[in-house]
């Protein structure tokens, strides 16, 4: 028998991610912000979502959209003012949803005070609150390559010092060894806490401590090596969260959730501990990355789709290996993924609505706390890169910058293709209002694109429609608050041989929860159902149910009794 799971009110909960930029645009100048928000709250309560996860609003220079903050203490002016924060904070509040803030510590913008005194002189007090290293026989320390390309470590020429930015040069890294950059980060969280925020999601929290040796990485591509095996995972990691948690998570009722790149089981199973001393849950990379370096052009870059049976077999190991220690953290995308009907499902006219509405099936009906990308919710899709002119994302100019024009290893023509299947900036398109002009995401220019699909994509189509995405969205929120089965049942795996159907159930006391979903475009052999048990649909993508099957992008989820 399981043991009784503890309850918590953020394993009940639905996520909703914003990214501001995209959202809503209230003032006309092409950029969405904090006022564009508060206005669709009431959007995002009809949709019935517990918490909004806030992707940066803080002071930035926008090297990496709001991921390089200058200003922990105050909100970018694209955004709006601290005004516009706590207007929007006592809305969500008055309206029954939460405000997770996103928490950017591995690095701060090198426009941030701590930096700009840090590189001012070697005997500066901020220089040990970052990573400096003397030149190694007159060059980089070592060979990492930062995330975004090329070498993660920059000369700064004033003290003739390198300092590492595991991201883009604008990002340099904070030394977390550091106990007063610690006591600065654990005030400033203490600060937003008292403001009433309900918790954080943490950047990359995985990488904030490096291995003091500072050793090269497994070569990369002749060039560069990787950084993640000294990086992720480091040795004092896990004794800085238990700081973070002691001095301040647990002295408020918070939802933490750690962005852990690198993470395995293992180590999940102490950062998202039953007991609590880190952080409530992590988001894992697995599933969302496993194509084999043979079918990705460089680095990161592919064009081929992923096969289920390989995310299955990531997805149900997540599943049964946490049961009872830790907890999952369920998403298909965000703005740094594409979009989930374009990569997982299918995008065509056919089958948009329907995959898209197989894939929330499939993974809200999972244990776990799940999360909405924004637009997902309405089946939003990637969209088509032109040339790198239409890009506006750091990582793909980067990467277009050293593979397609400085060594010239890969053609335009693979890299823009490889682009339209996964850049972030498919997942950052603007949302989509309505059929007006920019999908009525602004009355102005757009800092990116809208995705031409506006004018049959949008929020007013699907809300007028009682078949649309939005209200199926709505309807396995409801169901999720309604039955505890789908959140603490126990999960196991079905029909694991299959190619082409993804199944499981879930059980609570005498409840069972059978989930079958159909990934692909052709009717499909499901013998989970038959008719002589006596079940209840809970929810299903089609009207009607072929007995022995399940057709193309079928979902159908049913509840027993045993
Ligand atoms: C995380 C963010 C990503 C950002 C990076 C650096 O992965 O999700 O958007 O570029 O960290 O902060
Ligand atoms: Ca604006």
């Not at 950017?104 to 220089?127: C, G, I, L, M, Q």
Request: proline fraction near 5%; hydrophobic fraction near 35%.
């Amino acid at each position: 028998m399981a043991v009784k799971e503890t309850h918590a009110w953020w394993k009940e909960a639905v996520i909703y991610q914003i990214y501001p930029r995209s959202f809503a645009d209230s003032n006309g100048d092409g950029i969405g912000d904090l006022q564009g928000i508060t206005e669709h709250l009431p959007y995002l309560k009809k949709l019935g979502i517990d918490v909004i996860w806030l992707s940066p609003v803080y002071k930035s220079p926008n090297d990496d959209n709001g991921y390089d903050i200058s200003d922990y203490r105050d909100i970018m002016d694209d955004f709006g003012t601290m005004e516009d924060f706590d207007r929007l904070l006592s809305r969500a509040h008055s309206l029954d949803i939460k405000i997770v803030m996103d928490l950017v510590v591995n690095h701060t913008s090198d426009e941030h005070a701590w930096f700009v005194e840090s590189r001012s002189s070697k005997d500066n007090p901020y220089r040990d609150y970052y990573i400096w290293k003397e030149p190694k026989d007159g060059k980089e320390p070592n060979n990492w390559e930062s995330c975004f390309s090329g070498s993660a470590w920059e000369l700064d020429e004033r003290t003739g010092m390198y300092y590492l930015h595991c991201f883009s040069k604008k990002q340099p890294d904070l030394n977390w060894e550091n106990e007063k950059v610690r006591d600065e980060v654990f005030d400033m969280m203490t600060w937003w806490c008292e403001k009433g925020i309900d918790g954080f999601r943490m950047d990359v929290i995985s990488m904030i401590s490096k291995d003091p040796r500072f050793p090269d990485g497994p070569d990369k591509d002749g060039i560069f090596g990787s950084l993640e095996p000294y990086v992720c995972n480091g040795p004092h990691v896990h004794e800085y969260l238990q700081e973070m948690n002691q001095r301040v998570l647990s002295k408020y009722d918070l939802l933490t959730v750690g962005e852990a790149a690198g993470v395995t089981i293992e180590e999940a199973k102490k950062y998202a501990n039953n007991e609590g001393t880190e952080l409530n849950m992590v988001f894992q990379f697995e599933h969302v990355s496993t194509m084999h370096p043979s079918q990705c052009v460089v680095g990161k870059w592919t064009y081929q789709k992923p096969s289920m049976e390989d995310i299955r077999v990531i997805l149900n190991k997540w599943q049964i290996e946490l049961e009872g220690k830790a907890w999952n953290s369920l998403y298909w995308d965000n703005h740094d993924q594409p979009r989930a009907v374009s990569r997982f499902g299918n995008d065509s006219d056919e089958y948009r609505v329907l995959s898209a509405k197989m894939l929330a099936t499939c993974l809200h009906m999972m244990k776990g706390t799940p999360y909405i990308y924004q637009g997902e919710e309405i089946g939003m899709t990637n969209t088509h890169f032109e040339s790198i002119d239409d890009c506006r994302d750091i990582e793909a100019i980067n990467a277009y910058h050293q593979y397609v024009e400085e060594h010239k290893s890969v053609p335009e023509d693979i890299m823009l293709r490889c682009f339209d299947e996964i850049s972030r900036d498919n997942a950052r398109t603007p949302m989509q209002w309505t059929s007006g002009s920019n999908g009525g995401f602004t009355t102005g220019t757009p800092w990116i694109g809208v995705n031409p699909n506006y004018r049959k994509i949008n929020a007013e189509a699907a809300l007028s429609d009682p078949d649309s995405v939005f209200y199926y969205y709505q309807k396995l929120i409801r169901l999720r608050h309604e039955n505890p089965v789908i959140v603490y049942g126990v999960f196991h795996p079905l029909m694991e041989d299959s190619p082409s159907v993804y199944a499981y159930e879930r059980i609570l006391d005498d409840q069972v929860l059978t989930v079958a979903c159909n990934w692909t475009a052709r009717k499909q052999v499901c013998p989970l159902f038959p008719k002589e048990q006596l079940r209840e649909e809970l929810i299903s993508n089609y009207s009607t149910h072929e007995e022995g099957f399940l057709l193309p992008y079928e979902a159908l989820v049913t509840i027993r009794k045993q």
